[in-house]
């Protein structure tokens, strides 16, 4: 169902018309990809979400929630680029060649106000909102980079339908000027508890999986106290607990245990808003930015062997809310 130089659109025709259909009954059929000691234990279509646990050898359990909004807002980014990717390649080809590549533009932006069209008599496909916005960045791609393209096609509906998306995405950043440069830490849902309970979580990780000094402990309860912070600021505390080289998947396995599984911090539905936040908090044991925690996240939720040493320190961490909901 891929995009291909011949069809760079290839892949939203199908999946605008039937693929997304199949693509969200997918969704919430259980992976044979998963491993033997993992289990699909909700499947909730109204709220479009699926959570699974992974049983540990030593009877602990993980529990893991993935939203169908976040999955289709990610495959529809990267089959934008894609898309994007097949059209420069096919320009360029045609350049080399001396042909005129403005016919085949042209012909794009036909296809692409087409798709428009689908998505506008789909009711599931005006569900979200990354379905329509997917068409209208290849559409700004096109006619950003080849602005003589459009020269009497500017009432085309795409093209018009794509100006003002970005108008108003760029009025929504005005609008949110003050907070155009922040972001919103993590804060824990019971808030009379909020001190205690960095001041508890910190007790169990220090020199385990966080550096062990002052510093630490006040970026900790800044990490958690739900403020929207300037991202030139970032809290830089040490993750120093690893699997093999990599920081990042103890990282997210420990936050989705308090996020998920036991449920005391708020919960973020964006794995790009999660992700973001813990490359703002944390950072390597050397004191480097972590980079690419999104994908680690996606591989995470499907890899679920966690080493003894960290499952120990699930454990504790159980432990400190022994009666929060499961």
């Known amino acids: 169902m891929e995009s291909t130089i011949k069809k760079p659109l290839k892949f939203f025709f199908r999946f605008f018309k039937k693929g997304y259909l199949i693509h969200w009954n997918n969704f919430f059929k259980e992976d044979p990809r998963l491993e033997p000691d993992i289990k699909v234990v909700e499947i909730n279509k109204k709220k479009e979400y699926v959570t699974t646990v992974a049983f540990h050898n030593n009877g602990e359990e993980s529990v893991y929630t993935a939203y169908y909004k976040d999955v289709i807002t990610s495959t529809l980014e990267e089959e934008s680029k894609k898309s994007i990717h097949v059209l420069k390649a096919n320009i360029k080809e045609l350049s080399k060649e001396g042909k005129n590549f403005s016919y085949y533009l042209e012909a794009i932006l036909g296809e692409l106000n087409e798709l428009r069209g689908i998505i506008l008599n789909t009711q599931f496909l005006l569900k979200y909102d990354s379905f329509i916005e997917s068409i209208y ?13 459009i020269i009497g096609k500017e009432k085309l509906p795409v093209i018009k339908a794509a100006k003002k998306f970005e108008k108003d995405q760029a009025k929504n950043k005005d609008h949110k000027s003050e907070d155009i440069n922040k972001i919103k830490v993590f804060s824990w849902k019971d808030k009379t508890e909020g001190v205690s309970n960095t001041e508890k979580l910190y007790g169990v990780i220090k020199g385990i999986a966080v550096e062990e000094d002052n510093n630490t402990l006040k970026s ?44 005391v911090i708020g919960h973020i539905d964006s794995v790009k808003t999660y992700t973001d936040t813990l490359e703002f908090i944390f950072v390597d044991e050397l004191g480097n930015k972590l980079q690419h925690t999104k994908n680690s996240y996606y591989e995470v939720i499907r890899t679920k062997k966690i080493p003894t040493k960290e499952q120990e320190l699930h454990k504790k961490i159980r432990n400190l809310f022994p009666d929060t909901e499961t």
């Open 137 to 149: 960045k290849i559409t700004l791609f096109i006619i950003t980079e080849y602005p003589l393209i």
């Open 220 to 263: 900790l309860k800044i990490a958690f106290s739900g403020k929207a912070l300037p991202l030139d600021a970032p809290l830089k505390i040490k993750w120093i607990f690893k699997k093999g080289e990599n920081t990042k998947p103890p990282l997210i396995r420990i936050f989705n245990l308090l996020m998920n599984e036991l449920k």
